[in-house]
């Protein structure tokens, strides 16, 4: 990533007046979600210009815009940083995303098109490309593209908005979760279980679809509350889902 960001400033004469924010953007963005800037890390706007070679303000554009994904905070003293990963709130966000994941699962099984159905498995081999890969950034980003093809699938947009808000949220969560499964070698429980909602979805088996979604939800849960407990101290309440009504 250090050598993109230096490709960016040797062409920084030649960029558009005003979409200088983006190059910081993508690059803190993927260097945030990839866990290379740690949760907490201080962002300095003067050392950021620095080191993109431009002013403080489209530094600044882009912060502001990392905040809106909930992946920088603001402090009181107008100090920025990277956003902790809240292990104490962990079971509010995983029972939030379960209903997100479920419902729209379950509208895409009811009313998907054959369209849908081809963008969804389209989704699904990028995402099965990105496994073999190891790259983890490569693979949460394609994780979030494919469920984010069902829910387009569901064609609810203020539900798949939730969704995505809460998928991006997840998203180093999930970092840490492929290092479960790459070490315990269960990595291929994800690409199975994309598999088997996509034929769900397919057969529009509402019920199905739904249980299956619960499930990846509870894989994705306890797989990285383990992930937690081995490499961290932590008196976290981290419960359980209960199972699928």
Do not use: C
């Not at 690059?27 to 800037?37: H, K, Q, S, W």
């Not at 990963?85 to 998907?112: C, S, W």
């Not at 950034?137 to 994780?143: K, T, V, Y």
């Not at 490499?231 to 359980?240: D, I, S």
């Amino acid at each position: 990533m250090g050598s993109e960001g230096f490709e960016v400033e040797e062409q920084e004469p030649r960029r558009i007046r005003g979409t200088g924010w983006k190059s910081v953007y993508d690059t803190l963005r993927a260097e945030i979600l990839g866990l290379r800037l740690q949760p907490g890390q201080l962002l300095d706007e003067t050392t950021l210009a620095e080191r993109f070679d431009m002013s403080r303000s489209p530094v600044r554009e882009a912060l502001i815009r990392l905040a809106g994904e909930d992946l920088v905070v603001t402090l009181s003293n107008r100090s920025t940083i990277v956003a902790p990963i809240e292990v104490g709130t962990f079971p509010k966000y995983v029972e939030a995303l379960d209903i997100a994941q479920r419902m729209n699962t379950r509208l895409a099984a009811t009313l998907r098109t054959d369209a849908d159905l081809k963008i969804i498995a389209k989704r699904q081999k990028e995402f099965e490309a990105a496994v073999k890969t190891g790259v983890h950034l490569s693979m949460s980003e394609a994780n979030k593209r494919f469920h984010m093809a069902i829910a387009d699938a569901g064609k609810n947009p203020f539900l798949a908005s939730f969704y995505e808000r809460l998928l991006g949220q997840g998203q180093r969560m999930l970092h840490l979760h492929f290092e479960y499964l790459e070490r315990t070698h269960e990595g291929y429980l994800l690409t199975d279980e994309h598999n088997l909602m996509l034929e769900a979805i397919r057969n529009r088996d509402v019920e199905r679809a739904d249980e299956l979604a619960h499930a990846h939800t509870r894989q994705f849960q306890d797989n990285f509350i383990n992930f937690m407990r081995e490499n961290y101290t932590t008196e976290a309440p981290l419960v359980p889902l209960s199972a699928a009504e």
